[in-house]
């Protein structure tokens, strides 16, 4: 199983809206309505921002959304904020399995 | 305070053993599917194992199925990952995580809420 396509960086100025796209195939992302997304801020351990493709868990700001289409899934970071550079994985279950995407650096301008 | 600590990483010579531990407080262990995701410094996140609240479920990624062996003590509130034939590219900090999802009928695949700050394993001769 291959990791999940995510593009290597995605850039915005602050108060912007940014877009970070989790490609993978109808086997995975497709199939199942299992993608989560993680923030990971060097040196941290990664916190989750969105499960089950949409929800928001306790305490993440609602300036992070998930969506899917097809064998596309998206996170949206709206209001764009110096704290949200960082690396950002999607995940999705594949099938007794997860598996992750190759990540994305979102660098804040 | 919900918190889980790894523990049992190490340096460890390739084709050798290695049983790694997370001891998990402030949540009802037993409600919870619980994973091992691993990461090499500077490199992203690769899911290792998950293991259903009874451990009755287990899965693994490929590159490690057949060597590594994911486990659970509900009554001790820990997770276990035994790892045998360890190659160089099993090199990595490797974090124990709980999934949000609470109850019985809940498994490995719905998101990981909480983690602890990692264990390194290091395989070299």
């Known amino acids: 199983q291959s990791a999940l396509t995510q593009p290597a960086s995605v850039s915005g100025s602050p108060g912007q809206s940014i877009t970070i796209s989790c490609t993978g195939t109808s086997s995975d992302v497709g199939s199942y309505n299992l993608v989560s997304w993680y923030q990971q801020h060097p040196g941290k351990a990664p916190k989750l921002m969105i499960y089950?493709?949409?929800k928001r868990p306790s305490g993440v700001s609602n300036r992070f959304s998930g969506s899917k289409s097809g064998n596309t899934a998206s996170l949206t970071i709206s209001g764009l904020q110096a704290e949200d550079e960082a690396d950002y994985y999607c995940c999705s279950y594949v099938g007794s399995k997860d598996v992750f995407g190759t990540g994305t650096k979102v660098t804040v301008l | 305070e919900v918190q889980l600590v790894e523990s049992g990483g190490g340096l460890v010579q390739p084709g050798r053993s290695l049983r790694l531990s997370c001891a998990a407080s402030g949540f009802t262990f037993d409600d919870h599917a619980m994973h091992w995701v691993r990461q090499v410094p500077g490199k992203g996140l690769e899911w290792v194992s998950g293991?259903?609240?009874?451990?009755?479920?287990?899965g693994y990624a490929d590159s490690v199925r057949g060597r590594f062996t994911i486990s659970r003590d509900n009554a001790k509130s820990s997770l276990y990952l035994q790892m045998n034939s360890l190659r160089a590219e099993d090199m990595a900090l490797y974090y124990c995580?709980?999934?949000?999802?609470?109850?019985?009928?809940?498994?490995?695949?719905?998101?990981?809420?909480?983690w602890g700050q990692g264990t390194t394993v290091t395989v070299s001769s």
């Open positions: 293991i259903s609240w009874n451990g009755d479920s287990v």
């Open positions: 089950e493709v949409s």
């Open positions: 995580a709980k999934d949000i999802c609470s109850g019985f009928d809940c498994y490995y695949y719905y998101g990981m809420d909480v």
